[in-house]
């Protein structure tokens, strides 16, 4: 591959691969072979892209519900402590 240019849209997935396999304990052809396995159509890296998009939008998700659950909490305690 010597001379191949990498796109940036290719290269975020690709670099972000390797801490979301730490993170799910699994190494990186494990993750990338768990990838392809479940792509229901088109090719392997538009199937990561779509696997590491998913991946921290699910990521942010989580993260906004436990800050609302959060504020709620400490919204209760403010109004019970006032009576």
């Known amino acids: 591959m010597?001379?191949?240019t990498v796109s940036p849209s290719s290269a975020v997935p690709i670099v972000a691969l390797p801490a979301i396999g730490r993170e799910r304990h699994m190494t990186l052809s494990d993750l990338v072979a768990a990838i392809d396995s479940q792509r229901q159509h088109?090719?392997?890296s538009s199937?990561?892209?779509l696997f590491v998009l998913d991946f921290y939008s699910a990521?942010?998700?989580d993260a906004?519900?436990?800050h609302n659950d959060a504020?709620?909490?400490m919204?209760?305690?403010a109004r019970n402590s006032l009576w």
Do not use: V, W
Request: hydrophobic share 25%.
């Open 47 to 49: 199937a990561i892209r």
């Open 59 to 61: 990521q942010h998700s």
């Open 71 to 73: 504020h709620e909490t």
């Open 75 to 77: 919204a209760q305690t």
């Open 64 to 66: 906004e519900e436990r």
């Open 2 to 4: 010597s001379g191949a």
């Open 42 to 44: 088109g090719n392997l």
